[in-house]
């Protein structure tokens, strides 16, 4: 016998469907306050459909009336992450017709499921995407939570993200969202979730949805409501009505959580995405385009860095035109006897240009041996002291010496590839009891080429100083500077203002920060002390600074900013005018993501005529760390102008890869080269780059050339890869055998190995090295070993076994490159050609390079037309794949 509850319910079905003609419902899915939603079929089409039936009693009426003019707006719109409205029933009864999404909410399935980061990611561009596609109509969906976002899990791995549920949508072109009566009404949507305009019943925005949004995205991928400090609420978990009222007090009244404090491991660009998109002020978030665009590059990102772990335009001058001969002889005297006083007078105005300078480390001779601690802190002493004099003096700009450490080579190599106008080289030469100091001062000899320039000495010194105590060798130091530089005035040696003991206590800690790359809790309690003490020798606030941010690049510790933060508070107000105190306030506050006061540090700085170079620097530094990389690349581009420096070369290039610009990357990468061919990392890049774009002659010569200079197994791995690929397979196998040797139980380099062997014909042999790494990597289940595991099984003709292993890497993460590429290898096999093709697609719109799938694993796909489509390479060096 039926229960009365299940004849109310078919009673509301048939009452509800009365005048739905056409449509059979299946079941109630759910119901509210406005209305049931019906599973139905479209015995037209015969289709599976839900159905929103809106309740038609007075009072509710009017809201009813809302909803279906936003879901006419709705049915405008086609995108696969917002669920489709495919018509509008008016009368007799109001329904919305819409698709039907077979599978669950986001919220139940962060329940039943652990998701990767990259998953995470893969779900938030998906729903950005969503919200971009309904912000272009001009609609406010108001409730963006887990609850209104549909998984469509059919596709397997392939989890589709769907909007749903604009049951409280409103529209910018409306006047009901910004009228009196709007503002007047109940606040509608989920306390949690909503933005501080919204719960204030403020006017909306689009940039409310991005709130709630990175409400979403923060509680996705920290597991933690971002304004929920003393609660553990997580996605899945429905919060009681005190906490959701908790939660809005704090919306509305606190900050929300740091993302890097609450999960160190995020990405800085994500973590920096999160807080923009909580910012209280709507204009500072992010709109829905530019969350694709950021969580695109993350994804981009992340891919690149598991495919590294696999083993502008010009500024032109505008052209003169030419003047019209039109003055007399005695007028064109008078003019340019006027001209020419004014130029003069211009000219005695103008400062002199900069003039950037490189300190090299002092060099020693011991003619005598010196003590350890007392030769690195006469050392540090002289490099500090001539660093710290070209700091403080106006027009002569210090070149890090972070760009020298990448630097090995003579001084016309030095000076190419930094930029240099002028390189002071210190050398001692010493006995026990004194020492000798030659400075030598070097500089270009002018030429209409900067090709033919030659560097030469252009003033050199030598003199004696004695190792009795360190200042006056720091002093020493500074006046033979001053005496080497002789016709610059500003340049005066500089007294210091602090104790020979602290100076010397001082020395140490430099020694132990900049040359042993020490740093730590009890370095940063030394510098508070000695600043304690000597509050006006500025050289303490820059190494204590240095440590800090050091420290906080590895910890994330938000403590070490705030212990920062007050100390510089307390900077006596003679050094906070100077350039070098904006400076560090500017790194200061871009690390502590105080973006507002960044920008006006910036603004200050260019008051007060900072170098051009300094500027574009540290304006590419901002844009960088707020995830705009192409501004950032422009900023970049303008520094070369005034010193073109390998750093920025490779800066410029780094973000191009990054951007997908990977012609342009090459471009700055080559132009580096030819600064400098010694920087091990830029052929590393340019040959990663070379084998993405399919070009395997030119990567397979920088290869050689890393393998020349620097052989060891990482640059034989690839080399070994590149001669395969290029079917070059002895030369491949007799470099893989060569890598191995550095660590023979290495499971990566065993499996390329493995792969020389099988492609080289030792099949036999190759087995026997594929059981090893299945030996190796048997217990372990991170992604890398499950890779190399269902490649060995595969080509041991485990294809049962190799297919199960890849599924599991594929829950951990589907969208990594080199797991997609394993699966597509197997399907290959299995001659699944539909699903293997679906992963090579996947693999390369996640950064894979199409070179990569010329292996002959891939050769039966050659049957498939859309396959050789799908992997073509354009190019001078590239050749047909089937």
Request: aromatic share 8%; hydrophobic share 40%.
């Amino acid at each position: 016998m039926a229960s009365a509850s299940n004849d109310t319910t078919e009673i509301q079905t048939n009452n509800d469907f009365q005048h739905l003609k056409g449509y059979r419902p299946i079941k109630l899915l759910g119901q509210g306050g406005m209305g049931r939603v019906y599973l139905a079929e479209d015995e037209t089409l015969g289709r599976q459909i839900a159905i929103k039936v809106l309740h038609h009693n007075n009072e509710s009426a009017s809201y009813a009336e809302d909803v279906l003019q936003e879901a006419r707006t709705l049915a405008k719109i086609n995108h696969p992450n917002v669920v489709q409205v495919h018509s509008v029933i008016e009368q007799p009864g109001a329904a919305i017709i819409m698709e039907y999404v077979p599978g669950i909410t986001l919220k139940k399935y962060q329940l039943e499921n652990s998701l990767s980061l990259q998953q995470k990611i893969g779900l938030l561009y998906q729903i950005a995407q969503g919200l971009q596609a309904i912000h272009q109509h001009n609609i406010v969906h108001k409730d963006i939570k887990a609850d209104n976002i549909l998984l469509d899990t059919r596709d397997g791995q392939n989890i589709k993200a769907k909007l749903t549920d604009f049951g409280i949508a409103a529209r910018l072109n409306e006047a009901p969202l910004n009228s009196d009566a709007a503002k007047s009404e109940k606040v509608r949507g989920s306390l949690p979730w909503m933005s501080p305009e919204q719960l204030q019943n403020q006017s909306l925005c689009t940039a409310s949805d991005m709130f709630s949004f990175g409400l979403l995205a923060f509680q996705l991928l920290a597991d933690k409501h971002a304004f929920a400090k003393h609660s553990s609420l997580n996605l899945a978990e429905t919060p009681t009505e005190t906490t959701a009222t908790d939660i809005a007090q704090a919306i509305v009244n606190d900050s929300a959580m740091n993302a890097s404090d609450i999960t160190p491991a995020l990405p800085p660009e994500l973590a920096q995405l999160l807080n923009q998109l909580l910012d209280k002020t709507p204009d500072k978030r992010p709109s829905s385009k530019q969350v694709c665009d950021r969580l695109q590059q993350v994804q981009r990102m992340l891919a690149q860095q598991d495919i590294l772990g696999m083993e502008t335009q010009t500024i032109e001058t505008l052209p003169i035109s030419k003047a019209k001969k039109s003055y007399t002889l005695p007028a064109i005297a008078v003019a340019c006897v006027a001209l020419i006083s004014i130029l003069v007078a211009w000219f005695m105005m103008q400062p002199p240009p900069t003039r950037y300078v490189a300190v090299l480390k002092p060099q020693i001779t011991e003619t005598e041996p010196l003590s350890s601690l007392q030769k690195n802190l006469v050392l540090t002493s002289i490099e500090d002291a001539l660093q710290q004099l070209i700091i403080s003096t106006p027009h002569l700009m210090l070149i890090p010496q972070s760009e020298l450490d990448d630097t090995q080579g003579d001084i016309a190599l030095i000076g190419k590839s930094t930029g240099a106008d002028d390189i002071v080289a210190p050398e001692l030469i010493c006995n026990a009891q004194h020492c000798e100091l030659v400075l030598s001062l070097y500089n270009q000899t002018e030429t209409n080429n900067a090709e033919d320039a030659k560097w030469h000495t252009t003033n050199r010194l030598q003199n004696p100083i004695y190792l009795e105590s360190y200042q006056p060798i720091y002093q020493f130091a500074q006046t033979q500077l001053t005496n080497l530089y002789s016709g610059i005035s500003e340049l005066n040696a500089k007294s210091l203002v602090i104790s020979e003991e602290d100076y010397a206590e001082y020395l140490e800690i430099y020694y132990q920060v900049y040359t042993l790359s020490q740093s730590g809790r009890s370095t940063l309690e030394k510098l508070e002390s000695l600043i304690a003490k000597n509050r006006y020798f500025f050289p303490l606030y820059s190494v204590f600074l240095d440590v800090v941010l050091r420290d906080y690049l590895n910890s994330k510790d938000q403590e070490l900013l705030i212990k920062a933060n007050n100390m510089f508070e307390f900077v006596p107000n003679e050094l906070k005018h100077t350039t070098e105190f904006y400076i560090h306030s500017f790194y200061l506050a871009l690390e502590s993501e105080r973006y507002v006061e960044t920008e006006a540090l910036l603004a200050q700085l260019e008051e007060k005529n900072a170098e051009n170079e300094k500027i574009h620097m540290l304006k590419a530094s901002y844009f960088q760390a707020k995830g705009d990389y192409q501004s950032a690349t422009s900023q970049y581009i303008l520094a070369l102008k005034y010193r073109p420096s390998a750093s920025t070369y490779y800066h410029i290039a780094s973000n191009y890869w990054w951007l997908g610009n990977l012609d342009n990357a090459i471009i700055y990468l080559l132009k580096l080269k030819n600064l400098n061919p010694n920087i091990h990392r830029v052929n590393n890049l340019l040959a990663v780059i070379y084998l993405q774009k399919g070009d395997l002659k030119a990567a397979t010569h920088v290869y050689e050339e890393i393998v020349l200079k620097n052989p060891n197994a990482a640059t034989l791995t690839n080399l070994a890869i590149a001669k395969m690929l290029n079917k070059e397979y002895s030369e491949g196998l007799e470099l893989a055998e060569k890598a191995l040797t550095y660590d023979p139980n290495h499971a990566g380099r065993l499996i390329n190995y493995a792969d020389a062997l099988l492609l080289a014909g030792h099949v036999e042999k190759s087995k026997g090295v594929y059981s090893q790494v299945l030996s190796i990597t048997r217990d372990q289940t991170d992604l890398g070993s499950l890779t190399r595991q269902a490649q060995a099984l595969l080509h041991l003709n485990e294809v049962s076994t190799a297919l199960s292993v890849i599924t599991e890497a594929k829950k951990i993460a589907p969208s990594n490159p080199n797991v997609l590429f394993i699966s597509a290898m197997i399907l290959a096999h299995l001659r699944e050609n539909h699903s293997a093709i679906n992963d090579i697609k996947l693999a390369i719109e996640q950064g894979l390079g199409k070179i990569w799938f010329y292996f002959p694993w891939f050769d039966s796909l050659c049957a498939t037309p859309s396959f050789s489509e799908i992997i073509s390479i354009e190019g001078k060096n590239s050749f047909p794949r089937c």
